[in-house]
């Protein structure tokens, strides 16, 4: 009897510590990529460079998506030189269930925020770069220059990053850093775009 009362409470530790392995792998990951960083500052505006601004709203729409209860993996949580093949990698690594770039455009001319998806991935990336831009234009955007597939380069070329990571991604451009008024929008609602991407995020995760 003996024999039996403990074959079942090794067997009630296994299926309880079984459990709690599925749980955690059924947690969803999010991966935020602050474009750019240390020697490579992006796009620059005088004073103002474009890898500041990416790692500022990163954390941004870290902490929100923290308080949801989201897990995130970060690229970069401060200024230090990244590679794109690195980036991809701890997105990989991580098996993060979304990947979202975050960089900020450059222009002699034109404004406003674009998102670029893959060329290959389509329904998923569509949807989640489709959501975040609805909530990025609610909050008061310049332009909205539209969901692109590809690259600038082109339909068929794609960003290093979304043809190297193996979840669902988007690369958003969130204004320009040449333009003045795309950087008073950026700067005056910094928190509300965090929170317009971190909702689109949500709200593809529940649709996945
Ligand atoms: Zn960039």
Redesign the pocket.
Known sequence: MKKVIKFLIIVAIIIWISVIIINKNDDIVVCIDA??GGTDA??INNNRY?KDD?LKIAKLIEEYLNNEGIKTVMTRTNDTYVSLRERCKIANKKRADLFISI??NSAEQGNGVEIWTNSKKKQDDLELSNMILENLQSVGIQTNRGVKIGSIEGENTDYYVLNNTNMTSCLI?LGFITDNVDNKLFDENIENYAKAIAEGIIEQIIEQ
């Open positions: 474009g750019h992006g796009a474009e990416t960089h900020r451009e």
